[in-house]
């Protein structure tokens, strides 16, 4: 492994990097997710949402290095249902943003760390967004001549799940902290992220 990562071009590895922490702070499904599931329940179910997304990646991830890029690019219709199943399952996350009630002082949290993990791993596995990265941009950065592209494909998904990871709990942990801030504006947040899941699930149906 070692081998391999020392074989890559320090410009092109460097490049990759940028791409992938670009790619994790642009506001997007995860997110969201990850940042309202802070507020919502606080540190712990924050970088739990955080630990759900990264398993999520590890799925693209996995699938990416058996030669699901291959079968996509020769079945487009395998990615039209992916595409449609992610914008469903947006919707359904815009449903309950916008329907939640305001947690109390004396509430449970509205979110369990472990319901934090299933739908943080569901909203990463049915977002095209990460799939089409890993899919589609990680192998144009693999050379035959280093050696098996499977090999280099979980290299660098593994750069890029590791840089994710480190910057979802960092994101949890910070809403969560300043849940008591933000606590009295849930309900706009809530709104807000309903708007934004249901922007992001008429994008991937329409486009």
Known sequence: MLETLLSFDPAVLAAFILAGLLLNITPGADFLFVSTSGI????????AAALG?????????????AGVSALLA????AFDAI???GAGYLVFMAYKAWTADPP???????????AAIR??????????KTGLFIFAFIPQF???????IWHQIVLLGLIFMINGLLFSLAL?????????ALRGHIQILNRLTAILFGGLAARLALQ
């Open 83 to 85: 595409r449609y199943l």
């Open 53 to 65: 997304i990264n398993c999520g990646i590890l799925v693209h991830l996995t699938l990416a290095a």
């Open 142 to 148: 693999a050379d035959p001549e280093i050696g098996p």
């Open 40 to 47: 919502r329940g606080g540190p712990q179910v924050g970088r």
């Open 104 to 114: 109390t002082d004396d509430a449970e949290p509205a979110l369990t760390t472990g």
């Open 172 to 180: 949890g942990t910070v809403a969560g902290h300043l849940r008591t």
């Open 119 to 128: 739908r943080g791993f569901l909203v990463n596995v049915l977002n095209p």
């Open 74 to 77: 020769a079945y487009p219709v």
